[in-house]
T-cell receptor, first 109, second 114 residues
Framework: RKEVEQDPGPFNVPEGATVAFNCTYS??????FFWYRQDCRKEPKLLMS???SGNEDGRFTAQLNRASQYISLLIRDSKLSDSATYLC??????????FGAGTRLFVKA | DVKVTQSSRYLVKRTGEKVFLECVQD?????MFWYRQDPGLGLRLIYF???????EKGDIPEGYSVSREKKERFSLILESASTNQTSMYLC?????????????FGPGTRLTVL
């Protein structure tokens, strides 16, 4: 079993739709959680950190469920520019950072 | 803004060649990393360095070595390139390594070994 698992997709949604991704992690000692965005042939960039209480940044909402060991990302009112791969990132002790393989999102006009 | 640069965006080498990939960061970060990214596998850590001349193996160090002679520069070396090392290589840096800190990535080097 992979330490961090994501549905690879692709998710194909129309503009304006709401889409949600989940990510599960296996290490219950994991300390911090992030969502990164990666455009085609580009480097990953931080989208948002995920806090225990959940957090929102504009159209993006991230949630953490420690009991079930998953994090989620909700995108409301999808834009064409949201098309990308979304990486779930989990950090446990020290520098041990595990990246999910990513979920691909295509937003169509 | 943190800036992480890598020496090449695209590189084509032949089997058996020695390959150097360089990474430079301008934010005085202590910690630097080399990952490779392959479809369906995500990013996998090759090596990291927490200080000048210090290095630690990651999850897949075989066939690679690293060098960190200066704080801002972290080099990845493929001693004898093989076709299974064809991949996207990403360098990253981070400041103190506190749990909330995030990694900043360079633009990546897409290496093809023929």
């Amino acid at each position: 079993r992979k330490e961090v698992e994501q549905d690879p997709g692709p998710f194909n949604v129309p503009e304006g739709a709401t889409v949600a991704f989940n990510c599960t992690y296996s290490n219950s000692a994991s300390q911090s959680f992030f969502w990164y965005r990666q455009d085609c042939r580009k480097e990953p960039k931080l989208l948002m950190s995920v806090y225990s209480s959940g957090n929102e940044d504009g159209r993006f909402t991230a949630q953490l469920n420690r009991a079930s060991q998953y994090i989620s990302l909700l995108i409301r009112d999808s834009k064409l520019s949201d098309s990308a791969t979304y990486l779930c990132v989990v950090r446990s002790g020290g520098f041990k950072t595990i990246f999910g393989a990513g979920t691909r999102l295509f937003v169509k006009a | 803004d943190v800036k992480v640069t890598q020496s090449s965006r695209y590189l084509v080498k032949r089997t058996g060649e020695k390959v150097f990939l360089e990474c430079v960061q301008d934010m005085d970060h202590e910690n630097m990393f080399w990952y490779r990214q392959d479809p369906g596998l995500g990013l996998r850590l090759i090596y990291f360095s927490y200080d000048v001349k210090m290095k630690e193996k990651g999850d897949i160090p075989e066939g690679y070595s690293v060098s960190r002679e200066k704080k801002e520069r972290f080099s990845l070396i493929l001693e004898s390139a093989s076709t299974n090392q064809t991949s996207m290589y990403l360098c990253a840096s981070i400041t103190s390594g506190a749990y909330t800190d995030t990694q900043y990535f360079g633009p990546g080097t897409r290496l093809t070994v023929l």
